[in-house]
């Protein structure tokens, strides 16, 4: 026997994984043996039996909509999950079909177990099993070494869709770094923008769907996507079958949302902001205005902005975009005429772009003009949709915040990336790293699948975490084998959402406070151990310094002390020792005793608020002083009435932002503080042979972490790009064929900005299938992401994964074969439904890897969906 007849081979075959044994994980081989021999047969006999299998109230985790959950448990197994409808989003049993499939994450026969130390290069996938205590002991004393250096911010957390951020900051704040990297601004930090500058008071808004009349839809998929895209839906279309609401929508893609509009409307990429400015000059020019809450509340006044429209013409916007100048003007006029009982609202159609933020305010902005600002049926949104300390304390004692900045989380050139939440711009920590315009120690990634999910993400992505001068040491926290993992040098399995515990808060369509609790509903496989425990484990064993923010005990403590202000009544009459068993018990708490905030603006100052206050003349803000004796705006004089207004700086919707101009001239931006609109600077006179690269997301997956679930990747698991039959006739290509698809870099603007903008070099190309359809704009191909991993567990690569491809692959036999054949009974090896068209496998392309870094000016939001590209069929 050789040495390598030690080296377990392929995931499945870490169940048996002894403590400093190893094993290899290879891309596109780990699946190859693998099975888990467990009893997972035995299981599949047992009846599932609903009436006696415990019911767990959890909040589900399968996207960033975190609705209310109950799970129904049997055996250690979750067998069903169905909808809190104690949650007031909800409402109900149902769920979408991701959430139907959050169990199939805990089952995966190739989750990571143990936790797991690099034994070969790194991506070299050869691991050695380690215990938590080494794991612990490593992390800790590499942080210790980076603080004793007088160094903090050289530790970093890098999480995506994280909702642990009370519990990630804390275990950062002790340590003195502020070096917590998000994946906001590859997601929808525009759009966030664009509502703080607006309105101020929040980043999302809560339409009052049920009771609006007409919705114009800039670029939302909210009948597969969209953050609450279920609880949207469902009041949308009530509103529609109710009384008839309209719903017109702008996509470049036929999306299930497009497909069940009453119109869909297909603009050039990019041109969504002057359709917006082209509707406002119609509004305004045929003053179907709210004309009170216009000069009461808006600033600039009504003829500055019909001056400042003027030149913005149905026509103008129509040779931009291509939508008709008669539709612009028809759809202007029934939406404004609808008022105030109507909504227009974006996503990422219309944010993921070059000129997002300022095609976000202009949509925004024609709530404003029509007045349907906080009105019922209109554009609302709640006040307190935040996990403040004040309302779910913390431990105490509690750590400062760190004071430091890095460029790596505050990045220059983007000063409103962090102006209103830490926002930060994400898609260039890799590059930044290279550029050595910021150095680590140590990096831990959590529940983030950056090779796949952000641009250039095969590219720079993997070349900057191979790279052990800029990345020292990588501990990577995730549930399968993902490319993450893969070029980590330590891996800490986690508990999925359906094994740990959390607080989870988001915005409430019924326009109320309210807040969900995670619990587990089955222990993990394996060691596996939730993320936030794991980082209170290692707070332990920093320095006297931090350990003492870490003395409250497990995850579990920090939550039930976190429900400590929570009642402990519920409205049946049912008595709990606490606000946590309270939680535990009904998994929602909904404050229903606040009034919605509707128009919430027009609400008078209390007369002891008003009390030492001044009021500036010209502007008629108030402002007073507060226990520091700095001064705050804290309402606007209406008339002799003081009153709320908005939380901008000049208490009012600001169409016109002069702090936007501000900033930007600090770095030698030009900017008028107004949402005008700029064409994309790659598509001004773009050639007749260039087409612009868009993506979307499938309603059965969510970016990087469903394709591992078999139900899922069943329904989804090819992803050709869409291409319009116009389009494909004049290149002869027809549905099934490959193409070449060959993207380039994004040119510079207008506007002074220079970061990231290339000289339309091209940037790389990638062999695709193409879908020939008439859904999709002539100018634009499409490709969905969450498809093309080459880690995960068979599931994610596609493949069946028969033991006996190992030997064809000409890899060594391995101990693995010891365990005999794999048992019959997984669905993995013999039930898996793939495509027989696509060769009876699965998987699609990561168009990832030929997306360009692009932040957009200011914000610094990722501009995915402006990508210039040209094809070639190849047969
Ligand atoms: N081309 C293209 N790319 C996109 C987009 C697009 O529209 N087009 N959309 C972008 C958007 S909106 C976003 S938000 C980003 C998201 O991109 P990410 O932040 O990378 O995605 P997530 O799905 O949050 O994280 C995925 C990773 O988390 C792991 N994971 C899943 N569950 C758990 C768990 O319980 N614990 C741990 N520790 N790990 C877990 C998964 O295995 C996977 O490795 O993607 C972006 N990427
Ligand atoms: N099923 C599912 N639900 C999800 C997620 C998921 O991955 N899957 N992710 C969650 C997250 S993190 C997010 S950020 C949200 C995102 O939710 P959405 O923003 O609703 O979804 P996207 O698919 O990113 O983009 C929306 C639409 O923009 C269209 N589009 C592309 N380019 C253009 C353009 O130039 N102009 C216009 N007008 N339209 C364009 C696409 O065809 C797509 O239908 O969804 C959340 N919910
Ligand atoms: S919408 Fe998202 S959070 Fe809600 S059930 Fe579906 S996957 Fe889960
Ligand atoms: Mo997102």
Redesign the pocket.
């Known amino acids: 026997m050789d040495r390598r007849s030690f080296i377990r081979n392929g995931i499945g075959s870490m169940a048996t994984l002894g403590v400093g044994e190893l094993i290899l994980l290879n891309p596109s081989t780990a699946q190859a043996m693998a099975y888990r021999p467990v009893a997972n047969g035995k299981q599949r006999k047992i009846k599932n039996n609903y009436k006696t299998a415990t019911r767990v109230t959890s909040v589900c985790l399968n996207?960033?909509?975190v609705c209310g959950i109950e799970g129904f448990v049997q055996d250690n197994k979750v067998i069903k999950i169905r909808g809190n409808p104690l949650d007031p989003n909800m409402g109900s049993h149902m769920t979408?079909a991701?959430g139907q499939s959050g169990p199939n994450v805990n089952d995966y026969p190739e989750r990571l177990l143990y936790p797991l130390k690099r034994a070969g290069e790194r991506g070299s996938g050869l691991w050695k099993r380690i215990t938590w205590e080494e794991a612990y002991e490593e992390i800790a004393r590499r942080i210790r070494a980076s603080v004793d250096a007088g160094h903090p911010e050289r530790v970093c957390i890098h999480q995506g869709?994280s909702r642990i951020e009370a519990e990630i900051g804390r275990f950062l704040d002790a340590i003195g770094t502020p070096v917590l990297l998000n994946h906001r601004a590859i997601?929808?930090s525009n759009k966030r923008a664009a509502n703080y500058v607006s309105l101020g008071e929040t980043d999302w808004e809560s339409i009052d769907a049920e009771r609006c009349t007409y919705f114009l839809n800039?670029?939302?998929?909210?009948y597969?996507?969209?953050?609450g895209?279920l609880h949207l839906v469902s009041r949308v279309v009530k509103a529609r079958y109710d009384h008839g609401a309209k719903l017109v929508t702008?996509?470049?893609?036929l999306?299930n949302?497009?497909g069940r509009s009453d119109e869909w409307h297909q603009?050039?990429?990019?041109?969504?902001g002057a359709i917006a400015l082209a509707m406002a000059h119609v509004i305004v020019r045929e003053n179907e205005v709210d004309r009170d809450f216009i000069d009461k509340f808006v600033q600039p006044g009504l003829d500055t902005i019909r001056t400042w429209l003027a030149p913005c013409t149905p026509a103008w916007a129509a040779k931009l975009s291509g939508v008709a100048a008669a539709d612009i003007t028809r759809l202007a006029l029934e939406f404004a005429r609808k008022r105030p009982a109507v909504a227009a609202f974006t996503?990422?159609?219309?944010?993921?772009?070059y000129n997002g933020f300022n095609a976000e305010r202009a949509v925004v902005m024609l709530n404003a003009l029509v007045g349907s600002v906080a009105k019922e049926g209109g554009y609302c949104y709640g006040l307190d949709e935040k996990l403040s300390p004040a309302r779910y304390p913390a431990p105490e004692p509690r750590p400062p915040k760190p004071t430091i900045r890095t460029d790596l989380e505050d990045p220059p050139e983007w000063p409103l990336a962090n102006r209103w939440q830490k926002m930060k711009v994400g898609q260039v920590v890799f590059d930044y790293l290279r550029q050595g315009r910021a150095k680590l120690d140590v990096y831990l990634s959590y529940t983030i699948a950056a090779p796949m999910t952000w641009p250039e993400g095969r590219s720079t992505t993997v070349d900057v975490l191979k790279d052990e001068k800029l990345i020292p040491f990588h501990a990577c926290s995730d549930v399968v084998y993902s490319e993450m993992a893969h070029y980590a040098d330590m891996i800490l399995p986690d508990a999925t959402y359906l094994e740990r515990w959390g607080m989870d808060i988001r915005n409430n369509m019924e326009l109320q406070h309210f807040v969900t609790l995670r619990q587990p509903m089955v222990t993990p496989p394996g060691s596996a151990t939730s993320f936030a425990d794991v980082l209170f484990e290692i707070g332990k064993r920093l320095g006297p310094e931090q350990a003492k923010y870490f003395k409250f005990g497990k995850h579990e403590d920090f939550v039930r002390h976190q429900c400590s202000k929570l009642p402990t009544r519920g409205a049946d009459g049912k008595v709990f020792k606490d606000g946590f068993d309270y939680m535990k018990h009904y998994g929602v708490y909904v404050d229903s005793a606040a009034p919605k905030p509707y128009e919430v603006y027009r609400k008078p100052l209390a007369a002891a608020l008003v009390e030492g206050s001044r009021v500036d003349e010209k502007t008629r803000v108030i402002y007073k002083a507060d226990d520091k004796g700095k001064e705050k705006a804290i309402g606007l004089m209406v008339g002799e009435v003081p009153v709320r207004g908005f939380t901008t700086p000049s208490r009012k919707f600001e169409i016109h932002a002069p702090e936007v101009a501000k900033v930007a001239a600090t770095i030698g931006m030009v900017d008028d503080g107004l949402p005008t609109f700029h064409q994309v600077p790659s598509h001004v006179g773009l050639a007749a042979d260039r087409l612009?690269l868009?993506?979307?997301?499938?309603?059965?997956?969510?970016?990087g972490r469903?394709a591992s679930q078999k139900y899922l990747a069943e329904i989804v698991h090819d992803n050709p790009m869409w291409i319009h039959a116009a389009t494909a006739k004049k290149l002869g290509i027809k549905t099934g064929d490959t193409v070449e698809l060959t993207t380039y870099r994004p040119l510079s603007g207008a506007v002074g900005d220079k970061a990231y903008r290339g000289t339309g070099e091209i940037l790389g190309s990638a062999t695709v299938k193409a879908f020939v359809t008439k859904g999709i704009h002539p100018r634009?191909v499409?490709v969905s992401?969450?498809l093309g991993g080459i880690t995960g567990g068979r599931s994610c690569e596609g493949e069946r994964g028969r033991r006996v491809e190992v030997a064809a692959k000409g890899l060594a036999p391995d101990a693995a074969q010891s365990f005999g054949p794999a048992p019959a009974v997984d669905d993995l090896e013999f039930g898996l439904w793939w495509d027989e068209k696509h060769g009876g496998r699965g998987s699609g392309v990561n168009i990832n890897a030929i997306l360009p870094i692009n932040p957009q000016p200011l914000v610094g939001m990722q501009a995915?969906?402006?990508t210039v590209c040209s094809i070639r069929k190849i047969v």
Do not use: M
């Open positions: 996207c960033s909509t979408c991701k869709r997601c929808s800039f670029g939302s998929n909210f597969e996507a969209h953050q895209g702008f996509d470049v893609r999306s949302t497009a603009p050039f990429p990019g041109t969504e996503n990422r159609g219309t944010g993921a772009h612009i868009t993506t979307f997301k499938w309603n059965v997956h969510t970016q469903t634009v499409a992401n969450s995915w969906f402006d």
